[in-house]
């Protein structure tokens, strides 16, 4: 038992640290495209997404689940860009559903945020990298 916890912690901890590290990334490929090359925002928002996408996507499947099956890359590639488009889909929907109760933008954003957090690690665990699972 002990174990199983000390591995999940693990896990939680090189899932967290996966998604710090892509949004420190995602700061400079924004800023270098935006400010340096003059670009709109938006294309630098593209290939933010395809950065997390690709990488963030990679990093997760080897190092944080340490998941091996390279036959099922296919369809976990497809499963996370799912799970990507319904997460933004429901910050979009969710941070003014919940604004109207907590009435402050920033703690809804941020309340919305570790609520996603929580069940993208959930749904990546379970689902999507689970070794003895086929999606």
Do not use: E, G, H
């Not at 559903?97 to 941020?110: C, D, G, P």
């Not at 069940?119 to 003895?132: E, G, V």
């Amino acid at each position: 038992m002990t174990t199983n916890i000390y591995d999940f912690t693990k896990k939680i901890i090189r899932f967290y640290l996966i998604w710090w590290i892509a949004l420190v990334w995602n700061v400079i490929i924004t800023f270098f495209i935006t400010d340096v090359f003059k670009y709109s925002y938006d294309i630098s928002l593209f290939f933010v997404f395809i950065f997390n996408i690709t990488i963030v996507f990679y990093l997760q499947k080897y190092f944080t689940f340490k998941n091996t099956k390279k036959q099922q890359t296919t369809k976990q590639i497809i499963s996370f860009i799912i799970l990507v488009v319904a997460i933004m889909i429901s910050l979009k929907l969710l941070v003014p559903f919940f604004n109207l109760y907590i009435n402050n933008y920033s703690l809804s954003t941020f309340v919305v945020a570790w609520i996603v957090t929580i069940i993208n690690f959930l749904i990546q665990n379970y689902l999507i990298f689970n070794q003895k699972y086929d999606i």
